[in-house]
């Protein structure tokens, strides 16, 4: 068996989920590996994660206009590599014109902005060394080519929400730039923006148009994983407090993953029974007591089969 991902692009959200419904039967935990034209890496929240009976993951780092393929490193329990599932490639593309601003490590920290036409247009390499005389002769020392300084990475806002999701990223250490082919810089361009410079053109009249002519240093990519994810084990915490009412829930951690519960979900009655706690999808019926100890059609309720004391909506 392949065990080869399901891949689902979300253009909107910029970014790509990775799914893999089955995995082989001795997996205990997963490294998912992303590989693009100009290199691999792997997708954060998936290294040697817990991966019994499937996994998934979203790669908030998707390079733009560029096929990106996905596959899935294998290891039991003991740590015994048991080798890669097939790979799924996807591509996202999205208009020239936008770029894309987020925190890495904060993925709901993220805004679709429009390039300036000079963006990335201008940058630097510089290679740090020496020139020495040796007699009659001078010769030179120098490291490699470092990384690209001084990145034209000039945008603009058009509303205060724009302006205001863009200062919040640009908090961030490093921040990760994306756009699309042409552009001759990194599809994944993580950057050192140490001078964040702004020029409002119309918000003194009531607009929202501001221009924000930045440069950046680009930084390798950080090793950290995601500060704070989008759901956080938190989340399923305030809903399910034991991991018995977890596993109830729940009959694979894949579920788990795809289906998480929302706290802020109002709750729902049904059958005469109120959703407790709200957004977890489980009913208790209250005060309500059995009219005979076979049916409970009056309150709409049914027994389940083989747990005379255990109440389900009846259908």
Request: glycine share 8%.
């Amino acid at each position: 068996m392949s065990y080869a991902p399901v891949l689902t692009p979300d253009v909107d959200d910029t970014s790509v989920g990775v799914r893999f419904s089955t995995v082989d039967p001795k997996t205990q935990t997963m490294t998912v590996v992303a590989i693009t034209e100009e290199g691999s890496y792997p997708v954060r929240q998936a290294d040697r994660a817990y991966a019994v009976g499937g996994f998934q993951v979203v790669d908030h780092e998707a390079p733009l206009g560029v096929v990106v393929t996905y596959r899935g490193q294998m290891f039991s329990a003991d740590g015994a590599d048991l080798g890669y599932t097939d790979s799924a490639s996807t591509q996202l593309d999205i208009d020239p014109s936008l770029v894309v601003f987020s925190d890495p490590l904060v993925p709901s920290n993220r805004v679709i902005l429009e390039a300036k036409g000079d963006f990335g247009t201008k940058r630097v390499r510089r290679r740090p060394g020496n020139t020495f005389r040796v007699g009659s002769r001078t010769i030179g020392l120098f490291a490699p080519l470092g990384l690209l300084e001084a990145v034209g990475l000039a945008v603009q806002t058009w509303t205060a929400d724009e302006a205001a999701t863009l200062n919040a990223v640009l908090e961030a250490m490093p921040v990760l730039v994306r756009s699309m082919p042409p552009a001759r810089i990194p599809r994944q361009l993580y950057v050192a923006i140490d001078q964040p410079e702004v020029e409002d053109i119309d918000v003194q009249y009531g607009g929202g148009w501001s221009i924000y002519p930045l440069q950046g240093a680009e930084v390798s990519r950080s090793v950290t994983d995601i500060v704070v994810p989008i759901v956080t084990w938190q989340t399923y915490m305030d809903v399910y407090p034991t991991w018995a009412e977890f596993n109830a829930a729940y009959a694979t951690w894949l579920d788990a993953m795809e289906n998480p519960p929302d706290p802020d979900a109002p709750p729902i009655v049904r059958g005469g029974m109120t959703e407790t706690p709200a957004g977890s999808g489980r009913y208790t019926p209250g005060n309500l007591a059995p009219a005979s100890s076979t049916a409970y059609s009056t309150n709409g309720l049914a027994p389940v089969s083989g747990r005379p004391t255990a109440y389900q909506v009846a259908t």
